[in-house]
Structure formats: structure tokens, C-alpha cells
């Protein structure tokens, strides 16, 4: 699982459903030094942007596998971005609280909003790829919104702001929840004026398609060999890029997803199957950057097998942020005072992810010669195919930043 927390640790981007604007009250007292607008950031803040958002992975990530029992799909950086709204509007400490959780500069507006604007611009539609995030406030109606937070808010894309009848129509705020997360929201509680929804789906196809003759139904095993059930699983020969992380001895797949290649999947697993649970606390945001160092091209075509698979989560956010120590927005309406009047005060946050993977893609796979001896030009112990029959980790990444879109563990057959 070590991988996974590797594959989880970049961002997730989102396209914002359409807005219910609410009223607004004068600027509190809480001060905003910068018109997103009016900032010019001069250099390269990539790797600083990266090292933020991978760093609060880390975070966001133990507590998700231990609680999903390593089977599971979800979007930290989508996290990251709906809390660094609540931070722009909480209280001081709060504030500072936050950002320091979210890496985040607390006297460089400049800086978190360009932060921001890569988070948020990472997942475009297209033809080919499908991918859609939500992200909303929904807020009890009749409370009127800091227009300064509202401002940064909807200029940067953290997330809409949508009302229902929280406090007086229970029934009917269910359903609009229900509406928008497509869930079964088992944890839903409307105790407090507002609650935090989350949505990402993910629908592609692969540049290279899977051969479609070669489906066929195989064994998936445990870390100690023995069976866990029976997968779907595609086959392809090609040429690929593939790398090794030496601090947690795993190797790397890279796939290109989409007909410009915007995205990349990445799959890993860990060499000789060892118990990976007791190495997850051992990652570091250092061992990204490995990761994206260690890939390279094949020089000859590879076996490659991945399960066809639907993977579905509904993760509680509030108890995984109160497992990290994010507790004051939840028990203490004071605490976002500056984003309305009354405070938006969330009693649940959730998120509910799904990710398809299937063998379709745009282009047939090539007319590879036979070759099995020649070198392949990648390091000796990745060897020369990447077989995920195994649990293994993955995730969807831009190609332009490396930014995480979802991050994933496969741990049992779900088809």
C-alpha cells in the first residue's frame, strides 16, 4: 500500500457545477491582502505546489486505507482544495491551523491562489476522458455570505455554493444531497447549518488500447499466494514506461490515457510480495519525486495485465480529518465566522468516488515484433512485465504536473 500512498500524494482538479449565488454581508474583519486577479507569480513554484499537496496526502491517506481496509478509491487533492476554502474564511488560528495542514504560504495570498489555479485546472472534459468533480458547500438557506471569501472562493474554483432547507426541511435537503452525491450517505448528519459534498468520477479511454481478444478470466492472489477470487484481466503487448522505487522496492506502469496523452495512469506493485501495511507510516512526499525520476521507456515491448474492474468509495472526510486532528470546523461554529452570518458551521463531509477501468481505447495496439532477449533499458529487478494479479496501487495523474487526480488500492476481485 506504500505505492498507493505514493500514487495519492499529487492533486485532483474538478469542474464546478453551476452556482445558487446567496446574499451577502459587508467584509468582516479578517483580512485579504489580494485580488487573485492582480497577483503576478514570477517563478517556479511546480515542485513547491507538488511538495504542498503531497504532503497532505500522506496525511489524508493512512487514515482512508486503514479505514476502507485497503480497498478503495478517492481524491485527496479534491480535499485539499475544499478545505483551503474553509481556511480562507475561518478564523485566525483556525487559519493558521489549516494552512500549515495543507502546506499552504499564510502571508502569500499570491502564492495559494496560483497554487490553487493548478489544483483546480487540472481536469478538462473531453471526448475521450470523463471525468467530473463537484465540490459544494450546501449551506442552510436564508444565511448570507462574507462577500470577500465568497470572492477568492468562486475566482479560484475551490467550490460551488449551493442552499437547501437544512433546519426546517429535513426530507427535502436529504434528497438534494442524495441528488448530488449519488450515494448512500450512511453517515449523513444535518446537525449543523452546512455540509461539505464531494464527487469525482472517472471514465476514460486508454491511448493504447488493451487487445480485445485477450480478456480472459484469471486468478488474483493475496500477498502470500494464496487465491482471493477471479478477475477479468486485460492483456497487451507493447512498449511502456516503467520504473522502480528503491526506498519501498515496488515497480512502476505508466499508461498514457486520452488522445493528447493529458493523463496517466500509474499502477505499481511491490516486488516479492511482502505485508505492505507496516511500511505505509515510512513514505515520504520524497518518495513521489522518485517515482516520477525512476520512469522510463521500455527499448522492446512488455507483457502487461491489469484487471478490468468498477471501483466505488464513500469516505466519511470528517472522521479522517478528526483522525489527523481537524476538529474546530466541526464542533465550533465560531471557527468560520468569516465565511457567513450565521457561521457555516458542516456537521458531515463526504466524498464518494468512482473509477472504471476497461479495455477500450483509441488506438490498436502495435505490430510489435517478437522480441524476448533483447534488453529491455530498464533496471534489471522491474524485470520484463508488469502482471497486477496481486493487490496493487494506482492512480490518475495529469501529464502536465504530475498532479493526482484519484488515487486507488486494489486488494480483492470486484468484479
Known amino acids: 500500500m506504500q505505492t498507493l500512498t505514493i500514487l495519492c500524494l499529487v492533486a485532483c482538479s474538478a469542474l464546478i457545477s453551476g452556482q445558487q449565488h446567496l446574499p451577502v454581508v459587508p467584509s468582516s474583519s479578517i483580512q485579504y491582502t489580494s485580488d487573485p486577479g492582480l497577483c503576478n507569480v514570477n517563478r517556479d513554484y511546480i515542485r513547491e505546489y507538488r511538495s504542498a499537496t503531497y504532503d497532505f496526502c500522506l496525511f489524508s491517506y493512512r487514515p482512508v486505507a486503514v479505514r476502507s481496509n485497503f480497498n478503495f478509491v478517492y481524491s485527496p487533492i479534491s480535499i485539499w482544495m475544499m478545505l483551503a476554502a474553509i481556511a480562507e474564511g475561518a478564523d485566525p488560528l483556525t487559519q493558521q491551523n489549516l494552512f500549515q495542514l495543507l502546506h ?3 502571508h502569500d495570498p499570491c ?9 483546480t485546472s487540472r481536469a478538462l472534459p473531453s471526448k475521450e476522458v470523463n471525468i467530473r468533480n463537484n465540490r459544494i458547500l450546501l449551506i442552510n438557506e436564508g444565511t448570507t455570505l462574507n462577500p470577500t471569501w465568497h470572492d477568492i472562493v468562486v475566482k479560484n474554483s475551490l467550490l460551488d455554493v449551493v442552499t437547501a432547507p437544512i433546519k426546517y426541511n429535513s426530507v427535502a435537503t436529504a434528497n438534494e444531497i442524495k441528488k448530488i452525491m449519488s450515494a448512500r450517505l450512511p453517515t449523513l448528519s444535518l446537525s449543523g447549518n452546512s455540509v ?3 464527487t469525482i468520477d472517472y471514465n476514460g479511454l486508454w491511448t493504447t488500447a488493451f487487445a480485445d481478444a485477450v480478456i480472459e478470466r484469471a486468478p488474483f492472489y493475496s500477498p502470500q499466494g494464496e487465491v482471493l477470487g477471479s478477475v477479468d484481466m486485460m492483456r497487451v503487448r507493447r512498449r511502456a514506461r516503467m520504473g522502480y522505487i528503491k526506498s519501498i522496492h515496488a515497480k512502476i506502469l505508466e499508461l498514457a490515457v486520452g488522445a493528447d496523452e493529458r493523463y496517466r495512469m500509474l499502477f505499481s506493485v511491490i516486488i516479492g510480495n511482502p505485508d505492505i501495511k507496516p511500511v505505509v507510516a515510512a513514505v515520504t512526499s520524497a518518495t513521489v519525486f522518485e517515482m516520477i525520476d525512476s520512469l522510463r521507456e521500455s527499448a522492446v515491448p512488455i507483457d502487461v495485465a491489469i484487471p478490468r474492474m468498477v471501483i466505488s468509495s464513500e469516505v466519511d472526510v470528517r472522521v479522517i480529518l478528526e483522525d489527523i486532528g481537524v476538529t474546530d470546523i466541526f464542533t465550533d461554529p465560531s471557527t468560520t465566522r468569516y465565511i457567513s452570518d450565521p457561521p457555516a458551521f458542516p456537521s458531515s463531509f463526504l466524498q464518494r468516488a468512482t473509477l472504471v477501468l476497461n479495455n477500450t481505447g483509441l488506438y ?11 534488453p529491455t533499458g530498464l533496471e ?5 512485465d508488469f502482471i497486477a494479479d496481486r493487490p496493487f496501487l494506482f492512480g490518475l495523474f495529469d501529464a502536465e504536473t504530475y498532479t493526482c487526480i484519484m488515487a486507488a488500492a486494489y486488494t480483492s476481485p470486484s468484479l
Open 104 to 106: 499552504l504560504p499564510p
Open 111 to 119: 502564492l495559494r491562489y496560483a497554487f490553487y489555479q493548478i489544483a
Open 196 to 198: 461539505l459534498l464531494d
Open 364 to 374: 490498436a495496439p502495435p505490430q510489435e515484433p517478437e522480441i524476448y532477449n533483447a
Open 380 to 384: 534489471l529487478v522491474v524485470g520484463r
